[in-house]
Every structure is written in structure tokens, then in C-alpha cells.
């Protein structure tokens, strides 16, 4: 088992644009919880003993308040901001440009405050409790391998539009060779489309999709740091590009600087990509609860 720690990075800085304020952070659980509650309660069962929250300085006092206190009593918690402004030398933001640099920069901003293996994860998606075991399994090995974990197509559509998902290849023994980004892709039967350059792309369902849970080691700063300033030599001078992790891990792939292990999950992954997910979110739990994998009241 080990001791080693662990920390649970949570990228929370695009909430307040998304939900038009924290107030809104809706519960999916009977007491109130949010999907953050069990994000943070699975994390702490798996053995994460500290949560670092990235966040906007303009949301931080509400952030606090709302989400981060409920947690200080259970488990160490900090924070860092994501900032529009926050470039390296030499960068400037471009007129008009209103948010900062995607997940890719979001994870860097931590890199002053995290030592140790760490999992990065979205703050409004729900993972499942085996997801983060298995994660935590991995940083415990302590290697230099980076992980995924890889969630079922058919586990991650919405019934109410399309969505985008990272498509994964992996090799026969589960690392990762290339997560391509496919946008539009809708519920077909037991399976799922999209529209390609081609025409109809149809997936059986079965495909393994990244949904932004992640495995790393300190050693993955160094590598975002020399990327961000790659990305913004070519594109930094959009007003809506943005530095998106999985295609940072794509590129260290493919140069052969980092091994990705691929951890597949039969767990389903619930997240509110339109207002009308929200009930299934909270069925979903509702579910799980009766199932046993969380008791009626998460923080009783």
C-alpha cells in the first residue's frame, strides 16, 4: 500500500463563467452535495490526503465560502489562480481575448505548490469511485509513468445533444499511443456518430475516451512549461485558443518523453454538459447510494 503522498488537483477556474456565478453550483445529492463532495470524498477513500483548487482570484471568496470550507475539516486543502495574464516573459494578451489559457495552463499554475504524484481532475465531472483507486494504485508505484484513466464511449454521452470527447489508442500493454480530440459525437443506439470530413463516422460504443482524469508526477511541469511557450509562439495571439492538456500529453507521447498507462474503468461518468443532464446526475447517484457505493449523507 505505501504511505507516499498523494495530492488531488481540481481545475475549478472555468465554474463561476460556467454556472453565471457560484451560487449556482447545483447539488446532485440528497443532502445538497455537489459533484465536487464526491469527487473529494472518492478521492479521500482512495488515499489523496490534500486537494489543491485552481481558481479565479474573482471567484475566490465565494469559492471559499461555498466549496472549499466544507472540505477544510476533512482534508488539507490549497489553492492556486489561473489568470489570463499570467504568460511568461515575453508574452502579452492579445486585445480582446477574455479567458485564460485552457487546462494545459491550469495545471501549470500548480507547479510552485505540488512535490509529489498527483491526479488532475475537472471539478464538475463525476468519476466513480473505482476511477480514482486505480489512480491512486498508479502513483503509488511511484514510476515515471504517467496515467489515464479510460472511460467507455457509451458510459460518457448525453442524452440531450452532442458532446466532445478525447478518442484513445492504446498499445497491447495499455499505454497510450494518441488521444484525438472528435467534437459532436451523439448517441446512436448502443453505440454513437459524428459528422466526419467524409460523412457519418459511427463508434460501437465500446471506443475508450479520456474525460480529463489524469495521473502525474512533478516531472510534468518542466515539460508543460517549455510546451506553453511553444503554444504561444503559434497561437497565442488568438483571441480563443487554448492550451488544452490532452493535447500536451499527445505531443509528449508521440516525442516519446512520457509513457501514458492507460487504466480502463467500467464506471460511468455523469457530468452536466446541458441543464438537462442535471437529473441524471442526480438518479445516477441516487443509484450508487442503493447500490451501497456511498452512504445517504456523504460528510455525516
Not at 485564460?100 to 507547479?111: K, V, Y
Not at 445516477?284 to 456511498?294: C, P
Request: charged share 25%; with cysteine.
Amino acid at each position: 500500500m505505501g504511505t507516499k503522498k498523494l495530492t488531488l488537483l481540481v481545475l475549478a477556474a472555468g465554474m463561476g463563467s460556467r454556472y453565471g456565478g457560484l451560487k449556482q453550483i447545483d447539488p446532485v445529492g440528497p443532502n445538497g452535495e455537489t459533484i465536487i463532495d464526491y469527487s473529494i470524498y472518492d478521492a479521500q477513500r482512495a488515499g489523496f490526503d490534500r486537494v489543491v483548487f485552481v481558481i479565479r482570484h474573482d471567484i475566490e471568496t465565494q469559492f471559499k465560502e461555498i466549496v472549499g470550507a466544507r472540505f477544510e475539516k476533512n482534508i488539507a486543502v490549497d489553492y492556486v489562480f489561473q489568470e489570463l495574464d499570467q504568460l511568461p516573459p515575453g508574452f502579452s494578451v492579445p486585445a480582446g481575448r477574455k479567458k485564460p489559457w485552457g487546462t494545459g495552463q491550469a495545471i501549470l499554475m500548480a507547479a510552485e505548490v505540488i512535490r509529489e504524484p498527483f491526479a488532475a481532475i475537472n471539478a464538475d465531472d463525476f468519476y466513480g469511485p473505482d476511477s480514482f483507486r486505480q489512480l491512486a494504485g498508479h502513483l503509488r508505484l511511484g514510476n515515471d509513468d504517467y496515467a489515464m484513466v479510460g472511460f467507455t464511449l457509451r458510459n460518457t454521452l448525453s442524452e440531450f445533444g452532442s458532446v466532445a470527447r478525447g478518442v484513445c489508442r492504446a498499445d497491447g500493454k495499455q499505454y497510450l499511443e494518441s488521444v484525438t480530440e472528435v467534437v459532436g459525437i451523439e448517441k446512436d443506439g448502443t453505440g454513437a456518430k459524428y459528422q466526419g470530413a467524409q460523412g457519418t463516422v459511427r463508434f460501437t460504443g465500446d471506443e475508450v475516451v479520456s474525460m480529463n482524469m489524469w495521473g502525474f508526477n512533478p516531472g510534468l511541469f518542466e515539460h508543460l512549461r517549455r510546451q506553453f511557450v511553444e503554444f504561444l509562439k503559434q497561437q497565442g495571439q488568438q483571441e480563443k485558443s487554448e492550451f488544452y492538456i490532452p493535447l500536451a500529453v499527445n505531443d509528449l507521447v508521440a516525442a516519446k518523453r512520457a509513457r501514458v498507462k492507460v487504466l480502463p474503468t467500467s464506471d460511468s461518468w455523469f457530468g452536466v454538459t446541458y441543464r438537462e443532464d442535471r437529473p441524471r446526475v442526480s438518479h445516477g447517484i441516487r443509484n450508487l447510494i442503493q447500490r451501497g457505493d456511498y452512504p445517504q449523507k456523504l460528510w455525516a
